[in-house]
T-cell receptor, first 112, second 115 residues
Framework: AQSVTQPDIHITVSEGASLELRCNYS??????LFWYVQSPGQGLQLLLK??????LVQGIKGFEAEFKRSQSSFNLRKPSVHWSDAAEYFC??????????FGAGTRLTVKP | GAVVSQHPSRVICKSGTSVKIECRSL??????MFWYRQFPKKSLMLMAT?????????EQGVEKDKFLINHASLTLSTLTVTSAHPEDSSFYIC???????????FGSGTQLSVL
């Protein structure tokens, strides 16, 4: 069965610092991997996705993620965090957008 | 970009009443729509998948008689929480998928509070 683990429930970083959010998955085949961001009381916005090809994926708002098959990971990174990046981040895995499974989320707090 | 409108954004109702939540794809036809439930500080749980013109497919543990889903057109799916109780209070989110399976667009969610 497919599953997603986001080990960090809450992360706090200073504005301007780099960020890495961890995501590990369990999936029987080559997965489709996604990162979404959710602001309070809002729906989800897609940051980036990986289907195939280059394992380093660029997304919106300066985010990137790297697919590492050997580690079953798809960590999200940003070189310099902005205060507006404070939100909840979800990693998801699936055979596509059908039947996606979401991680529990990581809440990002940005200190001034 | 594609827009999915979800309405209402917030609803408060008395226990025992039914609540209908609408999910509309505004600028594309959605062959498939998904409904999720999100508890505070928790992840999204897929409740059901609805395809236009057919019965919804419910995930294990989701009561289909409790959460009625209708996908009557390619731009509209509705979720009706029947005889709502306080334990049904949650954040409900829909998403819509156009004909390209790798695309998925989310609504802004509905906060349901049952008193």
């Amino acid at each position: 069965a497919q599953s997603v683990t986001q080990p960090d429930i809450h992360i706090t970083v200073s504005e301007g610092a780099s960020l890495e959010l961890r995501c590990n998955y369990s999936y029987g085949a080559t997965p489709y991997l996604f990162w979404y961001v959710q602001s309070p009381g809002q729906g989800l916005q897609l940051l980036l996705k990986y289907f195939s090809g280059d394992t380093l994926v660029q997304g919106i708002k300066g985010f990137e993620a790297e697919f590492k098959r050997s580690q079953s990971s798809f960590n999200l990174r940003k070189p310099s965090v902005h205060w507006s990046d404070a939100a909840e981040y979800f990693c998801a895995v699936g055979p596509g957008t059908n039947d996606m499974r979401f991680g529990a989320g990581t809440r990002l707090t940005v200190k001034p | 970009g594609a827009v999915v409108s979800q309405h209402p954004s917030r609803v408060i109702c008395k226990s025992g009443t039914s609540v209908k939540i609408e999910c509309r794809s505004l600028d594309f036809q959605a062959t498939t729509m998904f409904w999720y439930r999100q508890f505070p500080k928790k992840s999204l749980m897929l409740m059901a998948t609805s395809n236009e013109g057919s019965k919804a497919t419910y995930e294990q543990g989701v009561e289909k008689d409790k959460f009625l889903i209708n996908h009557a057109s390619l731009t509209l799916s509705t979720l009706t929480v029947t005889s709502a109780h306080p334990e049904d209070s949650s954040f409900y989110i829909c998403s819509a998928q156009p004909d390209r399976p790798e695309k998925l667009f989310f609504g802004s969610g509905t906060q349901l509070s049952v008193l």
